[in-house]
């Protein structure tokens, strides 16, 4: 949670409660008498694309103990949906899902939106050809997904350092 001052609040944050961002909660005032409100920023989230229910499941379990969302997402989903959701990551649940979106997978690599595929030791050249960035091996625990998300995350959190300093130029 953050505090902050009504005339602060900015776009990448959720208004506790999904109330208005008119009605945020007055938790105190402060010296100058400035209304002082709770809010909570967006979870980073990660779009699955065609996966079975266990392994949605699997991956939303890990998911939330990063302190992501998830979106599942058929595969016929189009790259605005995806785009409109601002993944840190897609993940394709098989590389059967990753060959049958090809153009899919060539959008989100032109919009700099990672591709993860859940695959076997034995597909690892395959899913590379197809256009992934990371492969999440079967069976796959915790420890080797955390690993491979918060790599991802932290390469999408270097880029907006980048950009920013960019900007400031």
């Given at each position: 949670?953050?505090?902050v001052?009504?005339?602060?609040?900015?776009?990448n944050c959720?208004?506790?409660?999904?109330i208005?961002?008119?009605?945020f909660?007055i938790?105190?005032?402060d010296?100058?008498?400035?209304e002082i409100?709770?809010?909570?920023?967006k979870?980073?989230?990660?779009?699955?694309i065609?996966?079975?229910?266990?392994?949605?499941?699997l991956?939303?379990r890990?998911t939330?103990?990063?302190?992501?969302?998830i979106?599942?997402?058929p595969?016929?989903?189009?790259?605005?949906?995806?785009?409109?959701?601002k993944?840190?990551?897609?993940i394709?649940?098989s590389?059967e899902?990753l060959?049958?979106s090809?153009?899919?997978?060539?959008?989100?690599?032109n919009?700099?939106?990672?591709?993860?595929?859940?695959?076997?030791?034995?597909?690892?050249?395959?899913m590379?050809?197809?256009?992934?960035?990371?492969?999440?091996?079967?069976?796959?625990?915790?420890?080797n997904?955390?690993?491979?998300l918060?790599?991802?995350?932290?390469?999408?959190?270097?880029?907006s350092?980048?950009?920013?300093?960019g900007a400031?130029?």
């Open positions: 949670m953050t505090v001052y009504f005339s602060e609040i900015i776009k959720a208004p506790v409660n999904k208005h961002p008119c009605r909660p938790i105190s005032k010296e100058n008498f400035k409100f709770l809010i909570q920023p979870q980073p989230a990660v779009a699955i065609g996966g079975s229910s266990s392994i949605n499941y991956v939303g890990y939330e103990r990063i302190g992501c969302s979106s599942v997402l595969v016929s989903t189009s790259v605005e949906k995806i785009r409109g959701i993944p840190v990551a897609v394709f649940a590389v899902n060959e049958n090809q153009a899919l997978a060539a959008e989100l690599t919009c700099d939106i990672p591709i993860i595929v859940c695959s076997s030791m034995a597909d690892q050249t395959r590379r050809e197809l256009g992934a960035d990371y492969c999440l091996l079967h069976p796959f625990g915790y420890d997904f955390s690993a491979i918060r790599a991802v995350m932290s390469q999408d959190a270097e880029k350092n980048i950009s920013k300093r400031e130029a």
